[in-house]
């Protein structure tokens, strides 16, 4: 790659970048409500994203032994827990993947 094919890249980079965070406030008006379509996509798009990195996240999942499944089954439920009792995205994350990895690397390992 050389130093024009480089610069080409960040600029078409930062193009798309400008346009992404301004596009907002080009299309819609400060003064009034947001469309419903927006308002609606704002309420289901973040469930049906954590649905599908679940999916993701737990396709590979062989059953032929303990270790294959249980860590993530454990995680899992831990995850479940976490958001329940403390209703923080954050905290359930960090705690999953804490707990998944401790579990791999220590118990499962």
Known sequence: MNVSHSLAIIAVMTVVT???????????????EPPKVILYLGRVLPPAVMAMLVVYCLRG??????????PQLIASIAVIA???????????????????????????G
């Open 61 to 70: 999942i062989s059953f032929s032994a303990a270790p294959g499944w249980l």
């Open 82 to 108: 976490l958001h329940k009792w403390k209703h923080s995205t954050l905290l359930s994350i960090i705690g999953g993947t804490a707990l998944y990895m401790m579990l791999v690397q220590v118990v499962f």
């Open 18 to 32: 400008i346009l992404t965070r301004s596009l907002p406030f080009l299309l819609f008006d400060r003064s009034g």
